[in-house]
């Protein structure tokens, strides 16, 4: 079929399989470019296929040669319906990883479960014994709870008042304002329940019970600040919530793994273009005039990029990991900046429908976004037929 975007609000409802490879191919030569990383061997990640988390897979087995066991919850494709893109990236990953002759298998299935989580530490008994290193990346907006079976949804609200401020719709480039209302006692509670800590613990007791974790072992889950802009809908705001709970529950983990040698450690990383942070009023603009600057500033950074500096720089440079006052890693440094913050400012005050042409790069991240569904990507064929059928080739 000619597969094509079809887009509805902030979602694509296709995605390109060869696009999808190439992403993940370009991901694969940046990581290799940038030199061997003294990394860790055997590594889990859960939320291993879009974003942080594929990238986090892609540094680990071509940075470190790791073997790799990805856990995500992704569509297959049927006849004549594309797969979700994370299901694409998966088996060109692990079509890559095949060919360098490097061990990578995938379970798909609600990272939530009992079940899944039963599945992955037979996976690793099975296949690696032990893991060194665990990737905690999950962005779901739902989560069933394993022992209440209740449904819990994830909100993104303002606590307190109501927030009004500029947003962009980045389809239309149209600025505009606006409102969203404050989050009842519910809303929090629940979003901290999908989005904060609980189950990365849950998944390290249970492998920590199981025997499957290596003496020393490193445990990331990703994070995000974000600037004075967002604050009141984000950092301050019901999902702010959630990573405080996130984070406080890195110590926790800590604690739990002492006798190990274990470590738990939240890392901050940069505003990127995800299919969820383009879900998040106010974002989207602050994105466009941010990558503006960076990309001025020489300092710009996807994510391939991160995550490949946060092993390289961080979590394996030789000596301790640098972490900030508040015990986390901060790979979001650049973003951050004093001056680079400055100019946002000093932008977004200027935003207008008109002027972001001028003082943003809507193009830049209208293109990420299409990225993100293997769309836009040079030495790809849009108008060939293409199989919509590509099989994960490991999947459990």
Known sequence: MI???????????????????????????????????NGPKRVLVIGASTGFGLASRITSAFGSDASTIGVFFEKPPM??????????????FEQEAQKAGLYAKSINGD??????????????????????????????????????????????????TTFTNKTVDFHTGNV?????????????????????????????????????????????????????VTEPVYRKGTIGRAKDHLESTAFEITDKLKDINGKGYVSVNKALVTQASSAIPVIPLYISLLYKIMKAEGIHEGCIEQIQRL??????????????????????????????????????????TESLVEIGDLAGYKQDFLNLFGFGFEGVDYLADTDEMVQVSSIA
């Open 111 to 160: 990272a939530f479960s009992n079940e899944v989580k039963q599945q992955t530490i037979d996976m690793i008994k099975a296949d690696l014994g032990q893991v060194d290193l665990i990737i905690y990346s999950l962005a779901s907006p739902v989560r069933v709870h394993p022992v209440t079976g209740v449904m819990h949804r994830s909100v993104l609200k303002p606590i307190g």
């Open 3 to 37: 597969i094509e975007p079809r887009m509805r609000g902030f979602i694509c409802l296709t995605a390109h399989p060869k696009g999808c490879e190439q992403n993940v191919k370009n991901q694969i030569e940046y990581v290799k470019s940038k030199g061997k990383i």
């Open 311 to 352: 092993f390289q720089q961080r979590l394996y440079n030789g000596s301790e990991i640098p972490t900030d006052d508040k015990g986390r890693i901060r790979i979001d440094d650049w973003e951050m900046r004093a001056d680079v913050q400055a100019q946002v400012s000093k932008l977004w005050e200027e935003s207008t």
């Open 79 to 92: 006849e004549g319906k594309t797969a979700s893109p994370g299901w694409y990236n998966s088996a060109a």
């Open 176 to 228: 505009s304002q606006v409102s969203i209302e404050p989050a009842n006692q519910e809303d929090i509670d629940n979003t901290v329940v999908v989005m904060g800590g609980e189950d990365w613990s849950m998944w390290m007791d249970a492998m920590k019970d199981a025997g499957v974790l290596a003496d020393g072992v490193t445990t990331v889950a990703y994070s995000y600040i974000g600037p004075e």
